[in-house]
Nanobody, 127 residues
Framework: QVQLVESGGGLVQAGDSLRLSCAAS????????VGWFRQAPGKEREFVAT????????YYADFVQGRFTISRDNAKNTVYLQMNSLKPEDTAVYYC????????????????????WGQGTQVTVSS
């Protein structure tokens, strides 16, 4: 079974960059789509980005606006989220999640499509 651990969050100023990492264990990692979601206090968990098992298909939320890049290194069992030009509204707990092997790609944006979740890493962006 895939297990996920996020890291790389922290406190930064607006305009700064962070790179989040999602380290995975499990023999089927390369066959699973991996997504990033975020959740701010009092708000619903929202989709940020997702990447297919081979990295050939990538989807981003509209709010990303070219600022974030998702990538993966299957040799290291790791997915990354490079975040540039951070804004205070990016403040949230960021989670990575993996789909099952029966993932239906039209629902890439839905948290319910992902059945393995990390514990999250806090990103705080000050003005």
């Amino acid at each position: 079974q895939v297990q996920l651990v996020e890291s790389g969050g922290g406190l930064v100023q607006a305009g700064d960059s962070l790179r989040l990492s999602c380290a995975a264990s499990g023999l089927t990692f390369s066959r699973r789509h991996v997504g990033w979601f975020r959740q701010a206090p009092g708000k619903e968990r929202e989709f940020v980005a997702t990447i297919s098992g081979t990295g050939e298909r990538i989807y981003y939320a509209d709010f990303v606006q070219g600022r974030f890049t998702i990538s993966r290194d299957n040799a290291k069992n790791t997915v990354y989220l490079q975040m540039n030009s951070l804004k205070p509204e990016d403040t949230a707990v960021y989670y990575c999640a993996a789909t099952s092997l029966f993932y239906s790609e039209p629902y890439y944006y839905a948290a319910a499509s992902y059945n393995r979740w990390g514990q999250g890493t806090q990103v705080t962006v000050s003005s």
